[in-house]
Nanobody, 122 residues
Framework: LQLVESGGGLVQPGGSLRLSCAGS????????LGWFRQTPGKDRVGVAC????????YYADSVKGRFTVSGVIANHTAFLQMNSLKPEDTATYYC????????????????WGQGTQVTVSS
């Protein structure tokens, strides 16, 4: 199972970026892909989770209303549209092959991508 993120970069505050997570090697047509982010010295934190079985989505409070997760079932791809970006969104963003939500916390497990850097700065 392999995941590859792309789409990161440098953007000014208030700008937008769209991240992609391309998956391969899945043995099932259904999946729940998660997006996470991490800054140096801190734990990886769940940002969004999407389930292909019912198209349900879940977001961390810090990104609700600004980020949108979507997916393409056929090729196990997930996207994270990030709008109204803030400097505090600066992090390395990862996707995980599986995600669940427990007590309003997004948890990821299984395979992870290598990450893509997002920097929000003027």
């Amino acid at each position: 199972l392999q995941l590859v993120e792309s789409g990161g970069g440098l953007v000014q505050p208030g700008g937008s970026l769209r991240l992609s997570c391309a998956g391969s090697g899945f043995t099932s047509d259904t999946y729940a892909l998660g997006w996470f982010r991490q800054t140096p010295g801190k734990d990886r934190v769940g940002v969004a989770c999407i389930s292909s079985s019912d198209d349900s989505t879940y977001y961390a409070d810090s990104v609700k209303g600004r980020f949108t997760v979507s997916g393409v079932i056929a090729n196990h791809t997930a996207f994270l549209q990030m709008n109204s970006l803030k400097p505090e969104d600066t992090a390395t963003y990862y996707c995980a092959a599986e995600c669940i939500v427990v007590a309003n916390v997004i948890l990821g497990f299984g395979s992870w991508g290598q990450g893509t850097q997002v920097t929000v700065s003027s």
